[in-house]
């Protein structure tokens, strides 16, 4: 087995070109999914200033196991999933050119599993961006995982939304999250939805038009 399973992964694409772009997006989907799935939120959000980049994960999964096992059983995949968004990141801000998105106006944004990918990403990479948005996810590890983090998200805004009954994701993991980024420094707005299981929802996509507005036109 390789140890860069998702080295090389297609990007999928849609909305306006990195060097027209007011903003940016990078959707992650989830376990079992495809990345042009993602795309349909970019017809949600309902803006053509906006580039949207979703990365696909080599045999449409991040990592192997719960994102509630040890952080070793879902290696090197987790590791290569990381890197990939990393690159993907790199690309978008053009840190090699002068023609890209700057950081502060990209958006982190996952779904289920790319939830719980995005929020370790941001985490381990603490920094000020446009926003991260964890859709039904959370921070990566089994309970007790020590979350010794380094840097700051200089008041980035984290969203972390999630039903009550979902059979994937305990609440508490999305309490730890929101702790988390909090003492990363990040303004966090932690909603959790009676009665509703693994989706998403329309107050969240709400939030989210809003949230992607708010960075396009500053």
């Not at 990345?35 to 017809?43: H, P, S």
């Not at 200033?49 to 290696?75: C, G, H, K, M």
């Not at 999933?81 to 050119?97: H, N, R, S």
Request: charged share 25%; glycine share 14%; with cysteine.
């Amino acid at each position: 087995m390789t140890d860069d399973p998702h080295g090389g992964q297609p990007i999928e694409r849609a909305g306006a070109d990195l060097d027209e772009a007011a903003a940016a997006m990078i959707l992650v989907h989830g376990r079992g999914a495809r990345a042009r799935g993602m795309l349909g939120l970019a017809d949600e959000i309902g803006r053509d200033d906006v580039a949207y980049l979703a990365p696909q994960a080599a045999r449409r999964t991040w990592y192997p196991n719960s994102f509630l096992a040890e952080i070793e059983s879902n290696q090197p995949h987790l590791g290569s999933a990381i890197e990939l968004l990393g690159d993907v990141l790199d690309e978008v801000t053009d840190e090699d050119g002068d023609g890209g998105v700057p950081l502060e106006r990209t958006v982190l944004l996952g779904f289920s599993q790319g939830g719980c990918l995005a929020t370790e990403y941001a985490a381990r990479n603490a920094n000020r961006y446009g926003g991260v948005v964890a859709l039904s996810g959370g921070l990566i590890g089994p309970e007790g995982t020590p979350r010794e983090y380094e840097g700051s998200m200089d008041g980035t805004p984290v969203f972390a939304g999630c039903g009550d009954q979902d059979p994937h994701i305990p609440v508490e993991r999305v309490a730890e999250t929101a702790r988390v980024f909090e003492e990363l420094e990040a303004d966090v707005e932690k909603r959790i939805y009676e009665g509703v299981g693994h989706t998403v929802l329309e107050d969240e996509l709400e939030y989210v038009r809003g949230l992607v507005a708010d960075v396009a036109e500053r």
